[in-house]
């Protein structure tokens, strides 16, 4: 199978296994809004992004080690997923021996322990996944997402809807959702035959080590470019009504809508990541690079522009405003969040290039640089503007890193971009924020042309990548 044929079956298969349950997920904010105030929905957040900032350090970044050797035929799985669990096990004992320093955070009071257990059983289903998915068993790593998202949207609906758990219902929902996974794999898989302690040697360990401890700051930062606006939005000073715990809150559903735009690129980056391992040493890679690219930031503009064209009618589909209808106002600051979102997916296919080159140390750097930016412009927008400017720091964030990264990572694998038509597209995206967000005679008529427009300008890039992938 060539190369564009096996991104393309890779993309259908994670796609089957992954649109579905996600989709289900995105319903879990209505779920969240009738139950759950701003206040507590913002502890909810809040926890959820330290649970994420955690994940890395404890696994030791191991997801993408897995992937990195899992592919690569020159070492062992046994030896692989030995050396992970040995790694994830070590780094789970070290978050036990810290854990009196996490009740120092103010909104983990109360909740440090189902903390813990939140980022164990995450760790456990992440090591498991990865190494399902390098060793080609990508039917079953999809439909472990599909069960995954399942069994969470249910033990949501019982700890919240119907317990009544709020906060920690959520926590427990993930808990045992993830645990469940992590053993389905395990058992489903066989992992047990590939965990092998005569395996275990120091120089893989090593190896991984090397390869992924660069990525976790790059993670890190990441986690905290989001996790500072809601901190930033929740106790700084700024106008009223757009800070302080309720104004986190529903900045948070803003950014529900958002996901779905990172939703898509999740299902197709969790195929090409593992073509851009594969094809790291092809002789045209750097013409696949470009059509792949090519297609991939059009699908994204395409899918940004109904995003922000469509965000009334889903926010009002998404969001439940009967209980607390301060959540109704969280559509003003998606559009901005949408473009923010998409620039984090364009940053990411260019991570792909630093993971299949061996040049993580790459994306720390760029992503420091982001960090800085979002947490500089944040503490300026926030209290000029408090949601709205929060909203802004993120875009600016995620901007300055994919301009870094565009130049920087093309030295290493290169292709053109056609930069002329990745602004025009940027500007109409933000023209599409404000017609959106504003009422006035004619608007459907302007989000109609806009959203025309965009399919127009976009969708040969796509047509012709499909062209591609049936002639080959």
Known sequence: MNKYKKLASNTIIFAIGSFGSKILLLFLTKLYTANINPADNSTKELLEITA???????????AEAIIRFGLDRRYSGARVYTSACAITGFGILLL???????????YADGYTWLLIGYVTASSMRSVNSQF????GMVKLFAFDGILATLTLFLFNVLFIAGLKLGVTGFMLSVICSDLLSAIFLWVIAGLRRYLRPRELKGSMVWNMLVFAV?????????????????????YMPGPEGLVGE???????????????????????????????????????????????????????????????????????LLIDTSQFPEYGTAYLYTPVLVAAVLMMCLNQFFSSVYTATDHTSH?????LIAAVVN???????VLLFGIYGAAFATFASYFVSYYIRQKDARRYIYFPINQKKFYINLAVLFVLGFIATHEFPGQILLLILGMLFMLAFNFSAIISTLKQIRSR
């Open 214 to 234: 660069p990525l976790i700051p790059s993670t890190l930062l990441w986690t905290i470019t989001g996790f500072s606006d809601r901190i930033f939005i929740r």
């Open 375 to 381: 947490i500089i412009l944040n503490v300026i927008l």
């Open 52 to 62: 994420n900032f955690l994940i890395p350090i404890v696994t030791f970044s191991m």
């Open 246 to 316: 309720s104004a986190a809150g529903i900045y948070g559903i803003a950014s529900k809508i958002p996901n779905l735009i990172s939703m898509f690129s999740t299902i197709f980056f969790q195929a090409w990541n593992m073509s851009a391992i594969m094809e790291k040493d092809s002789k045209d890679r750097g013409r696949f690079y470009q059509r792949i690219f090519d297609a991939y930031a059009s699908f994204l503009f395409i899918a940004s522009a109904a995003m922000i064209v469509f965000v009334k009618p889903l926010s009002a």
């Open 363 to 367: 994306s720390f750097w760029t992503s």
């Open 96 to 106: 036990l021996a810290i854990s009196p320093m996490l009740s120092v955070l103010p």
């Open 132 to 135: 399902v998915r390098s060793q």
